[in-house]
DNA sequence: ATGAAAGCGCTAACAT
DNA sequence: ATGTTAGCGCTTTCAT
């Protein structure tokens, strides 16, 4: 059996509540008291029972994190980034993972009820404002992602629309004028899809650019098979285009491997952006110009204000935006 | 405050014993009781504290995955697979990166008697077998990869040398001769990079294909920049081959790059297979084939194994290779 | 088949 | 500055 606080007292002659003054940095001790303590610890090779902790403080110094799964690089990226802002917090981080169906989600979390967080960051996948009231935690809880705004908890988000309109204005400042938005979902208005072609109508706009729907491609999922099939179509359909404004990375990738294989030239026929700045845009040949949407500081900032929370703030829902940022690379160039 | 076992039992008229037994499904219960009991836990809402259940119980439900980061493809892919695993025996997963320095590698360990987990899988990043008696957790260890083998615990791994055989054979039996080996370690004979140059060199030599160190490529990772400087380099050099049999995925897709810019074709000029099968092997340009190195089933069984010894078992630590296969896509097609 | 009671190891009141 | 004490909510003997 490993050492108790008891034991630890009984070696350093003090009492257990001296011990655990120690442990939890409790400033008025004496010095020597405390080096007696320490100096048992260190002997006995004593740890804290977390279980005990937990139960007596009712706390477990884990959060949560629901998200779309693994396999996907920006949630990769995502989880990575969120688990050292939590650890900076002293938090770990328990990641559970949405495969896509809606009944699924909800399982999640309603299964949360047993995980025994102290918070949660969710990353809605499939649920809609109108679910919100089954988002029901009995935690702190911040969202992330497109689906719900101004829903019941503190939402940290990507500048969408924002990101979309630096996207399409970095190819309008290149001379580009044929822009293909790549990936809208058919009716959409909020969601990722909606706000990003929402971005990519106000760049042309504000450019004078006429809209033209023949050139806005719609799309079911954002992975690079999408990107590659909607290309196709679009090729075979003899619409003329001198850029590409995709709504993601995968879909830009996707869509520059069938120009490539059409014959067409990256940049030099068709300048291509993504969005996300996931890690592959920075291998892809050539390398893809993306909207950085300061996945980083969404993870910072979704963690501390959760942390917030838990301390007990109390104030209405706030949304949050990230900074973003174009990131300029080989399949946007000039000259 | 949240109903307890306590609320159960008064609302149930039962003793808490009771409610216990039909939380754990213990079998010897009255129907009619249990229905009691289920009745007033749904009335209340009522959910088990962890925290308490792991103080009493002294296991915590759940287990350390100690790996590299998530950034990383192939790890993403392998916490995917573990989290699956570990679901089905209802374990959470606690994810630990390792960011390749050695110090933090030996801290992450160390760390690990604080965690509580109930079992330790643990990818070796830095660590020989040499520092196997620094890797001293409290608890049931697995480990994964190439770096340890026939250490203090149970082991599952990749068939190194006999995939990187099978994928030397591959582009022998489509009649490349000159293959180059991307990927070595000046000097290393275990870890992955030996193993694999290992079974490079066993293919050829079953052959009759004379080996020829001018075709051997050192690099120091293993990532995408590294497989395209090390190309860059053979190409500079002059050295003339048909062939690439990349250690991973990444080299391939990074070397595979460059051998495009530099107007050879794949397959056609150049076969190249590479070694993992991420995702992403799926959608490169040409599509890459590679060796499906059995990841998932490395999941299934390294929760599995670990699974047993939290459950007691005490054997000698056990060697258990999983099942490797060749993945023929576009980068090695004939004809 | 069910109940009574002890106690897992810790923290937080309260006392001194 | 340190000690005493009472639980946190559950599982586990041990009874019955």
Redesign the interface.
């Known amino acids: 059996m490993?050492p108790t606080m008891h034991d630890v007292a009984r070696l350093a002659g003090v009492s257990i509540k001296t011990v655990s003054n120690v442990v939890n940095d409790y400033p008025h001790i004496r010095e020597s008291t405390r080096e007696r303590v320490r100096a048992a610890i260190a002997e006995l090779d004593y740890?804290?029972?977390?279980?005990?902790r937990?139960?007596r403080s009712?706390r477990?110094g884990a959060i949560s994190l629901v998200m779309p799964?693994?396999?996907n690089?920006y949630f990769?990226?995502l989880?990575?980034d969120v688990?050292r802002a939590a650890a900076e917090h002293g938090l770990?981080?328990?990641?559970e993972?949405l495969t896509g169906e809606r009944e699924q989600e909800l399982q999640t979390l309603h299964g949360l009820?047993?995980?025994?967080a102290d918070g949660v960051i969710y990353s809605v996948l499939n649920l809609d404002l109108e679910d919100a009231d089954q988002i029901d935690v009995?935690v702190p809880l911040v969202l992330l992602g497109d689906r719900i705004f101004h829903g019941p908890a503190d939402h940290v988000t990507i500048q969408n629309a924002e990101g979309a309109k630096a996207a399409t204005e970095h190819l309008l400042e290149r001379g580009r004028r044929r822009l293909l938005a790549l990936g809208a979902h058919e009716g959409e208005v909020l969601g990722s899809a909606g706000l990003r072609l929402h971005g990519y109508r106000e760049a042309l706009e504000a450019a004078g650019v006429p809209f033209d729907p023949d050139l806005v491609t719609h799309v079911g999922r954002w992975h690079?098979?999408d990107g590659a099939e909607a290309m196709r179509e679009v090729v075979a359909r003899g619409v003329t285009f001198d850029g590409v404004v995709a709504f993601n990375d995968s879909l830009a990738?996707?869509a520059m491997?069938v120009l490539?294989?059409a014959g067409l030239r990256v940049p030099e026929d068709v300048a291509i952006i993504g969005f996300d700045d996931v890690?592959?845009t920075r291998?892809s040949?050539p390398t893809l110009s993306t909207i950085d949407p300061g996945r980083a500081e969404i993870a910072r900032r979704a963690v501390e204000v959760l942390v917030e929370r838990m301390n007990g703030l109390a104030s209405p829902p706030r949304e949050i935006a990230a900074p973003f940022s174009v990131v300029a690379r080989e399949s946007t160039a000039t000259g």
């Open positions: 490993s740890v804290p029972n977390k279980a005990a937990n139960l009712g477990s799964d693994l396999r690089p990769a990226e989880a990575d688990m770990t981080v328990l990641i993972q009820r047993q995980r025994a009995p690079r098979v990738l996707g491997r490539l294989d890690d592959e291998y040949q």
